[in-house]
């Protein structure tokens, strides 16, 4: 999610940004090992990498 403001500031423009990832929070897989679709494998159900909890960007530009 993405909250953002531009601000005119003489001849340019300041563009301020707040940006929220991984709203829901859900601490789900986002991909698999190869074969762990396989019910013989050691690897079955398990997943590479976790999504990390809720995260803050903050960023600015100034554009002129």
């Not at 940004?17 to 789900?28: G, I, K, P, Y």
């Amino acid at each position: 999610m993405r909250i953002g403001r531009t601000f005119a500031i003489g001849r340019g423009r300041l563009e301020t940004a707040v940006d929220l990832f991984n709203v829901t929070n859900h601490n789900a897989d986002q991909s698999v090992q190869n074969g762990t679709n396989q019910l013989y494998s050691p690897f079955y159900g398990i997943g590479v990498t976790r999504q990390v909890p809720r995260a803050l960007q903050l960023s600015a530009r100034f554009v002129f």
